[in-house]
């Protein structure tokens, strides 16, 4: 009965809808909102831009599924942190000079969600949705035998957090038994039980002051996993368009009716936006101001091992440095250092400075790996972070009809996309989501 009522509920939004949903954006939040619509029985097309999927801020990123890390990077006293990183190259969050004109109500609000109370209620809010994503993911996994580099499946590698001082440790500390109260599950380390788990940080983990551990997490290539649910979706009846950009929304009687194409053509349907940083471009001519903004990072893809070394020199846990802003993560036979910060606009070039400090975190933590290392023949990439100034991502209604939210992530954003998709086709169809959707509605 419940199934014939769903399937009736489904035919009249179809019905409502006309030609069904555009996605825009085929990164990680379009192609889950697409999976999830088109398995509902929802027509839905995503648009990418470009002639592949994932090419923007999902191709090499993190590579870990981490409910352990939601909180946001406008921390309490980001403020003065940004304003002394004006004249530093090196700090691992700035703001470029030439940005600052376009980044003033940006810049502001970021720093006003930066309060401990607001910057809590992001955290508490993060990790709810965090959490659920996580275990929709592992259900997803599962259901469909997706394969892409994953572990920890069964709690093998947890994600570590270093700490050089007692300060910094304290503040994890705190930050974790915050998140214990919600479910979170973490172990403390001293510098010789990190040196027994991680045997690859043995001579450099005595000069560290501790450790906490994430059992929950887990570690995957998430491009991967996107080439494979993009699959998934079209065997559900999703379509995908490649090299197809939608460079205008178009409105009738105060309702989006649908996009106009680079090419000329136009397609009618309920627009979702899921282009992460470009979203704000097409929202902002229908009078709606989205505060995100690209948080440019950087990744270096090598190679996992230590010739010359013995045996566990081969990293097998993904490392996290809050104060570096840096981490490292192991996929398979390859390790990928990632992070850092730049809010300087849509700009994907590599900075040979910001790529040098990804090269030392490596040599200061795994000296004889980086000794070894041809850096002449690793994988750089940059990429950008959608960030939203709350820090929180925006999912739902965007409160003018016919448009839809699931954009601004930031660094969450394969954690989050797989929950963020369940929130919004829940709203769509009137259904009460599994997570309160009121701390990431537009």
């Given at each position: 009965?419940k199934?014939?009522?769903?399937?009736?509920?489904?035919?009249?939004?179809?019905?409502?809808?006309?030609?069904?949903?555009?996605?825009?954006?085929?990164?990680?939040?379009?192609?889950?909102?697409?999976?999830?619509?088109?398995?509902?029985?929802h027509?839905?097309v995503l648009?990418?831009?470009?002639?592949?999927?994932?090419?923007?801020?999902s191709?090499a990123?993190?590579?870990?599924?981490?409910?352990?890390?939601?909180d946001p990077?406008?921390?309490?006293?980001?403020?003065?942190i940004l304003?002394s990183?004006?004249?530093?190259?090196?700090?691992?969050?700035?703001?470029?000079?030439?940005?600052l004109?376009?980044?003033?109500?940006?810049?502001?609000?970021?720093?006003?969600?930066?309060?401990?109370?607001?910057?809590?209620?992001?955290?508490?809010?993060?990790?709810?949705?965090?959490?659920?994503?996580?275990?929709?993911?592992?259900?997803?996994t599962?259901k469909?035998?997706?394969?892409?580099?994953?572990?920890?499946?069964?709690h093998?590698?947890p994600?570590?957090?270093?700490?050089s001082?007692?300060?910094?440790?304290?503040r994890?500390?705190?930050?974790?038994?915050?998140?214990?109260a919600?479910?979170?599950?973490?172990?403390a380390w001293?510098?010789?039980e990190?040196?027994?788990?991680?045997?690859?940080l043995?001579?450099?983990?005595?000069?560290?002051?501790?450790?906490?551990?994430?059992?929950?997490?887990q570690?995957?290539?998430?491009l991967?996993?996107?080439?494979?649910l993009?699959?998934?979706?079209?065997?559900?009846?999703?379509?995908?368009?490649?090299n197809?950009?939608?460079?205008?929304l178009l409105?009738?009687?105060?309702?989006?009716?649908?996009?106009?194409?680079a090419n000329g053509?136009?397609?009618?349907?309920?627009?979702?936006?899921a282009?992460?940083?470009?979203?704000?471009?097409?929202?902002?001519?229908?009078?709606?101001?989205?505060?995100?903004?690209p948080?440019?990072g950087?990744?270096?893809?090598?190679?996992?091992?230590?010739?010359?070394?013995?045996?566990?020199?081969?990293?097998?846990?993904?490392?996290?440095?809050?104060?570096?802003?840096?981490?490292?993560?192991?996929?398979?036979d390859?390790?990928?250092?990632?992070?850092?910060?730049?809010?300087?606009?849509?700009?994907t070039?590599?900075?040979?400075?910001?790529?040098?400090?990804l090269?030392?975190?490596?040599?200061?933590l795994?000296?004889?790996m980086a000794?070894?290392?041809d850096?002449?023949?690793?994988?750089?990439w940059?990429g950008?972070?959608?960030?939203?100034?709350s820090?929180?991502?925006?999912?739902?209604?965007?409160?003018?009809?016919?448009l839809?939210?699931n954009?601004?992530?930031?660094?969450?954003?394969?954690?989050?996309?797989?929950?963020?998709?369940?929130?919004?086709?829940?709203?769509?169809?009137?259904?009460v989501?599994?997570?309160?959707?009121?701390?990431?509605k537009p």
């Open positions: 009965m199934a014939r009522l769903d399937r009736t509920v489904q035919s009249a939004i179809n019905a409502a809808m006309g030609q069904g949903f555009i996605i825009i954006g085929g990164g990680l939040m379009g192609v889950t909102s697409l999976y999830e619509l088109a398995q509902r029985g027509n839905a648009l990418e831009t470009s002639d592949a999927l994932g090419n923007g801020a191709h990123n993190g590579g870990v599924l981490h409910p352990s890390l939601p990077w406008n921390n309490p006293g980001i403020g003065r304003l990183a004006l004249f530093n190259h090196h700090a691992p969050i700035r703001m470029g000079l030439g940005e004109p376009r980044l003033w109500r940006f810049g502001f609000e970021f720093i006003r969600y930066s309060s401990p109370a607001q910057h809590r209620t992001s955290t508490l809010a993060n990790y709810a949705l965090a959490a659920y994503s996580l275990a929709e993911t592992q259900a997803l599962q469909l035998g997706l394969s892409y580099e994953q572990a920890n499946l069964h093998e590698a994600t570590v957090k270093l700490f001082t007692q300060k910094a440790l304290a994890g500390r705190h930050l974790a038994d915050m998140l214990a919600q479910g979170l599950a973490y172990e001293t510098p010789t990190l040196a027994a788990h991680e045997p690859a043995a001579s450099t983990a005595p000069s560290l002051t501790g450790a906490l551990a994430f059992p929950n997490d570690i995957g290539n998430a991967l996993f996107l080439q494979q993009a699959e998934a979706a079209r065997a559900a009846g999703g379509d995908i368009r490649l197809t950009q939608a460079i205008k409105r009738e009687n105060g309702r989006v009716t649908g996009v106009q194409l053509d136009r397609l009618t349907g309920t627009v979702i936006l282009n992460g940083h470009a979203a704000p471009a097409l929202a902002k001519p229908c009078g709606l101001p989205l505060s995100i903004r948080a440019k950087y990744s270096i893809t090598l190679p996992n091992r230590t010739k010359n070394a013995p045996t566990g020199a081969r990293l097998t846990h993904p490392l996290v440095d809050d104060a570096r802003h840096i981490a490292m993560t192991p996929l398979g390859k390790l990928r250092i990632l992070g850092m910060a730049e809010f300087i606009g849509a700009d070039t590599l900075n040979a400075a910001r790529l040098q400090i090269r030392q975190f490596l040599t200061d795994l000296p004889d000794a070894e290392v850096w002449a023949k690793t994988d750089n940059a950008l972070r959608p960030m939203h100034s820090g929180r991502p925006r999912i739902g209604a965007s409160g003018m009809a016919g839809w939210l954009c601004g992530h930031g660094h969450l954003g394969w954690t989050m996309a797989v929950g963020s998709a369940k929130i919004l086709a829940d709203l769509i169809e009137g259904r989501p599994a997570v309160a959707p009121a701390p990431f």
